[in-house]
């Protein structure tokens, strides 16, 4: 499952317009693009086409990560949950 990597993402919206899915990548508010984990298909079109490479595969999401941890408990338990895909 893709994510965005906010630092890298240069809002061009590139990824936004090449994705087959409506609204399975949406702008937020802050204009940066959101993945919709539910709708997307995992085409990897957005992935493929970003310029800045930041669209992420799932496992370098470092909120997953830190949920491996186990229950929220551990020391990155708080603060990745606007990351947070599923
Ligand atoms: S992987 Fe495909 S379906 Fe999912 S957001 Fe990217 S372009 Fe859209
Ligand atoms: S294509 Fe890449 S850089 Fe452009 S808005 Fe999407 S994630 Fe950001």
Redesign the pocket.
């Known amino acids: 499952m893709p994510w965005?990597k906010e630092e890298?993402?240069?809002?061009?919206?590139?990824?936004?317009n090449v994705c087959p899915v409506e609204n399975a990548i949406y702008l937020k508010e802050d204009g940066?693009?959101y993945i919709n984990n539910n709708i997307c298909t995992r085409c990897g079109l957005?992935m493929e086409?970003?310029?800045?490479n930041?669209?992420r595969p799932n496992f370098e999401n470092p909120a997953l990560r830190g949920f491996g941890r186990g229950r929220g408990g551990g020391r990155m338990g708080g603060g990745f949950g606007k990351n947070r895909i599923w």
Do not use: E, L, Q
Request: charged share 25%.
């Open positions: 965005v890298d993402c240069i809002k061009c919206k590139i990824c936004v940066y693009p957005c086409k970003c310029p800045r930041a669209i």
